[in-house]
Every structure is written in structure tokens, then in C-alpha cells.
């Protein structure tokens, strides 16, 4: 594991205040996710951010967040798409499984799922994170089977022990194998564990570290819209 992995988990010792922080937050959906949010995007293709605290933009400003930063570099290259964030503080993969069946009651062309840190944190079975991001996988494609899905791989703690953060990493190559998914290796790659580009809690990215997460999420985005479009 990359040096810069293993950094940002160490400060998951700190994860029982922070989650706490978290359930005080305002545990809505985002205003692109509302009904009235959901008619404006029908006007242009959609893409769906279903994920945590991290898609959410835990302590930023909504414009701050990863999702609308890809929706501004889709703007400016001229894609025809509208991002929603469905992101949930707290959000476990169990609980998304439950909460997906109401974000798909919207067309979609993309959905971008982004669940199991919490599922990590709190040393889950990874049997168990499998079968529920299956379920959804499985939903999506049931309610939109022409979308297009892409799976946003995470890491577990070190601490949990090698056997564990192994068969959690696994999780997410063998589904996006076995499902045919585009995979994000790592959503945080080159901002875990660096300071300067998190917020105080050292979990979650600040403006600078969000702006990275976005291009994590865009090497692997855009070339899925460019191959729909050609």
C-alpha cells in the first residue's frame, strides 16, 4: 500500500469524533437531488454521485465538493450532462442499498458509486460490503440498464490488519471485474494522509483535495462519456 494511503487512515483513530460531528450535520439530500432538481436535469444527460460523506463535501460549501467540480469540467468540454449529488454523511453500504431505490426513481446515464469507507472503518465483513454494493450494482442495472456504472475503490485501516485491509480492497477489484465496471483504484489517491489537502479532521478533502479527488474521478470518467459520444 502507497505510503499516502496508509497516512490517511492512521488518523481514523479519530474517526468515533468525527462520525459524531458528522450525525450533527444536516443528513438531507442535496438540493440536486430533490424533485425540483431532478425535472431540471432532464434537460441533458445524467449523472448521479451516490456515495458518503466525501461525495457529499463533509464541511465545504456545495460548490466546493468533487461532483460539481466534475460538473464544471464537463461544462467546459462541452458535455451535455447535469452531475446530481446523492452523497449521505455517514452513509454505510447497507444503508445506501436501502436508500438507492429512491435516487433511482430519476433517469440516469452515469451512476458513480462511492460507498465502504464507513464500511472499513467500523471493520464490517467485507462479505458483507460485497453483498450490498452487489445489490446496488444490481439495481442500477434493473432500472436502467443502458447506464453506464463506475466504481469508486476505497482502503480499510491499517490497523485492521493485513488479512482485513486486503480482502477489502478486493471487494471493489472483483467487482468491478466480475460487474465489467470502470474502477477508481483509490477515490483519495495523492490527497490521503497529506495535511494540507484535508480538513483539520485529516479524513475528509478540503477545497484543494477535493479539486484532485475530481480529477481521480475524471481520468476515469471521461473517457467513458467520449467512447458514448463517438
Same mark, same amino acid.
Given at each position: 500500500?502507497?505510503?499516502?494511503?496508509?497516512?490517511?487512515? *492512521?488518523?481514523?483513530?479519530?474517526?468515533?469524533?468525527?462520525?459524531?460531528?458528522?450525525?450533527?450535520?444536516? &443528513? #438531507?439530500?442535496?438540493?440536486?437531488?430533490?424533485?425540483? $432538481?431532478?425535472?431540471?436535469?432532464?434537460?441533458? =444527460?445524467?449523472?448521479?454521485?451516490?456515495?458518503?460523506?466525501?461525495?457529499? $463535501?463533509?464541511?465545504? @460549501?456545495?460548490?466546493?465538493?468533487?461532483?460539481?467540480?466534475? &460538473?464544471?469540467?464537463?461544462?467546459?468540454? !462541452?458535455?451535455?450532462?447535469?452531475?446530481?449529488?446523492?452523497?449521505?454523511? =455517514?452513509?454505510?453500504?447497507?444503508? !445506501?442499498?436501502? #436508500?438507492?431505490? /429512491?435516487?433511482?426513481?430519476?433517469?440516469?446515464?452515469?451512476?458513480? *458509486?462511492?460507498?465502504?469507507?464507513?464500511?472499513?472503518? #467500523?471493520?464490517?465483513?467485507?462479505?458483507?460490503?460485497? &453483498?450490498?454494493?452487489?445489490?446496488?450494482?444490481?439495481?442500477?442495472?434493473?432500472?436502467?440498464?443502458?447506464?453506464?456504472?463506475?466504481?469508486?475503490?476505497?482502503?480499510?485501516?491499517?490497523?485492521?490488519?493485513?488479512?482485513?485491509? @486486503?480482502?477489502?480492497?478486493?471487494?471493489?477489484?472483483?467487482?468491478?471485474?466480475?460487474?465489467?465496471?470502470? *474502477?477508481?483504484?483509490?477515490?483519495?489517491?495523492?490527497?490521503?494522509?497529506?495535511?494540507?489537502?484535508?480538513?483539520? @479532521?485529516?479524513?475528509?478533502?478540503?477545497?484543494? $483535495?477535493?479539486?484532485?479527488?475530481?480529477?481521480?474521478? /475524471?481520468?476515469?470518467? &471521461?473517457?467513458?462519456?467520449?467512447?458514448?459520444?463517438?
Amino acid at each position: 500500500m502507497k505510503k499516502s494511503y496508509i497516512l490517511i487512515f *492512521l488518523s481514523f483513530a479519530f474517526f468515533g469524533a468525527c462520525q459524531n460531528a458528522e450525525s450533527g450535520q444536516d &443528513q #438531507r439530500l442535496t438540493e440536486q437531488e430533490t424533485p425540483a $432538481g431532478m425535472e431540471e436535469a432532464e434537460m441533458s =444527460g445524467k449523472i448521479i454521485f451516490f456515495g458518503n460523506s466525501l461525495t457529499a $463535501g463533509y464541511g465545504l @460549501d456545495p460548490g466546493e465538493g468533487f461532483p460539481a467540480i466534475v &460538473q464544471t469540467k464537463l461544462d467546459a468540454s !462541452g458535455y451535455n450532462y447535469k452531475v446530481v449529488n446523492a452523497g449521505l454523511s =455517514g452513509e454505510t453500504t447497507a444503508g !445506501g442499498n436501502e #436508500r438507492v431505490d /429512491w435516487v433511482l426513481q430519476q433517469n440516469l446515464d452515469v451512476f458513480v *458509486l462511492e460507498l465502504g469507507a464507513n464500511d472499513g472503518l #467500523r471493520g464490517f465483513s467485507p462479505d458483507v460490503t460485497h &453483498q450490498n454494493l452487489q445489490s446496488i450494482i444490481d439495481k442500477v442495472k434493473a432500472k436502467a440498464p443502458e447506464a453506464k456504472i463506475i466504481l469508486a475503490g476505497m482502503e480499510a485501516p491499517p490497523n485492521m490488519g493485513k488479512d482485513y485491509t @486486503d480482502d477489502f480492497r478486493k471487494v471493489f477489484v472483483n467487482l468491478a471485474r466480475d460487474n465489467d465496471l470502470p *474502477l477508481i483504484p483509490f477515490l483519495l489517491k495523492n490527497v490521503g494522509g497529506i495535511p494540507e489537502l484535508n480538513l483539520p @479532521d485529516g479524513i475528509h478533502p478540503n477545497k484543494e $483535495g477535493q479539486k484532485i479527488v475530481a480529477g481521480n474521478v /475524471w481520468e476515469i470518467l &471521461q473517457p467513458l462519456l467520449a467512447e458514448a459520444e463517438s
